[in-house]
């Protein structure tokens, strides 16, 4: 596998700079996100990185003020935490149904320097399909930016599965061709749902952040070997499956060894865990 | 007699890794004013340990890979797993990390020494390990000291 490498699915939530200098930080990690690891420094972050082998990690914000009353990181605090690393990708978030969503996403590309936009239905509360959102999807595929969407279950408690269904994104796919989609999560327990999606769609992408029993090897081994069989993402998916580890929920080390011991080739390896993210992301910067 | 307690902040930058933290202890017992007396060393984690032993590189391997196949990261195939592999509810995310766990129990959480003339008494090949399991993380390492001061002693 060549240099460099992303993570393209991690929260920044146990930050420990941005807890001290945004101390509401701390009520969105513990009664929103619901992580209860300790905050730690950016340098275990990045050191996190270096155990995996990767280069950078794509950091994503959840705007849930119309939801939880907060956001989970807002866009101009990623924009904080990126300019203290070059090795961080930041990544837009906004409430999707807002009037003003297109206007936020162009802010937060244009002048915040951000590079994609998240969205989470279950904590967001909407459903991918809903017209509301078309703006936002306009918007993201006009400025060329990738979107990365929360897809099947969610572990916070008060969220609900039902947002997270494959087949929610299936109308967006088909009206928006040119919008780059990552699915979040393999969308367990609907991986045969979504990965038909994504043999149907090229503009949809999976990504490997999925673990939601035993532990990553066993967990992706069953997913990605006996519920798909691997040769579907060698053969056929090999451009549309990105690595993400949803750090800190699984830690970026764990993650990257469970995916490199699933048998892909090398060549494949190389484009999951590097050569896809760049082409989402539009290069390297 | 006086009690002091020094809280370290030691940061691991790799998976597994043991990282001397001698001058730490020797230097909480020199800045704390008992020249005779006992100090402990404790990890506050459970997936971290503390040892004592020669401080050689090839024996830090050493060290490493043994309680590695004693206990490894992954669960031994056949005829049992592990049963810290599920969704824990108040951290938010999966423990599966009992391999790390095992470890830090085979391996120690605390050791102590005498203090003797206001230094630590150890053996002239002996160091204090701080040894992650789990990393990389930033950890915590409490330095309890105890003792007579000089002039309780009587010096």
Redesign the interface.
Known sequence: MKAGGTDFHTHPMLVREMVRRHPELEDAARKVFFIGNTFQPLETFLSELDAAGLERAVVVPIDATRTRGTAVYSNEQIAELCAMSDRLVGFATVDPRCADAPKIVENAVGKLGLRGLKLAPAMQEFYADEQACYPVYECAAALGIPVLFHAGMSWEPGSRLKYGHPMRFEDVAADFPKLKMVLAHLAWPWVTDAVALALKYPNIHLDTSALYFDNPHDFLRFTMTVQVPLTVFERSLRKQIVFGSNYPRVEIKNMARAVRALGFSEECLDLVFRGNAEALLGGVR | MRFRLTRVEV?????LEMIDITEHVEAAVASSGVVEGLVTVTTAHTSSGLLVTEGVECLERDVLAHLERLAPK??PAGSYGYWH????D?????G?NAGDHLKSILGGMQCFFPIESGKVVRGGRQRVYFVEY?????RTVMIQVMGNTAVEAGA
């Open positions: 940061q691991s930058c790799k998976d992954d669960p592999n599920r969704y824990l108040y951290d938010g995310r999966l599966f789990d990393g990389p993380l930033a």
